[in-house]
């Protein structure tokens, strides 16, 4: 069975960064994403990316964190910048192998990470 790792996930001050990866054959998935929670919110869609490389940003992120799949490596990645303390939750990487749009849905991604933390403080 497929196995999605999440890493990458620590501390860090407001303005920091961070880079998540996620070991997974990431050549063999058509959409793949990053979904955060936080304690006492529902999941949210953070980033996808689909085979062909077309990426998608929910509005709280553009600008700031950037996906990226590295076939090569096995490795999706998400690289956070000018953190917030309001990025702080738990990310997951999702993946799925079904054709589609790829969209921040967690409905639409059958294979998931455990997840990494992720804490930014003010």
């Known amino acids: 069975q497929v196995q999605l790792v999440e890493s990458g996930g620590g501390s860090v001050q407001a303005g920091g960064s961070l880079r998540l990866s996620c070991a997974a054959p990431?050549?063999?998935?058509?959409?793949m994403g990053w979904f955060r929670q936080a304690p006492g919110k529902e999941r949210e869609g953070v980033t996808t990316?689909?085979?062909?490389?077309?990426?998608t940003y929910a509005d709280s992120v553009k600008g700031r964190f950037t996906i990226s799949r590295d076939n090569g490596k096995n490795t999706l990645y998400l690289q956070m910048n000018s953190l917030k303390p309001e990025d702080t939750a738990m990310y997951y990487c999702?993946?799925?192998?079904?054709?589609?749009?790829?969209?921040?849905?967690?409905?639409?991604?059958?294979?998931w990470g455990q997840g990494t933390q992720v804490t930014v403080s003010s």
């Open positions: 990316i689909r085979r062909d490389g077309t990426t």
């Open positions: 990431v050549y063999s998935f058509y959409c």
């Open positions: 999702a993946a799925d192998y079904r054709v589609g749009a790829c969209e921040r849905s967690g409905s639409l991604y059958n294979i």
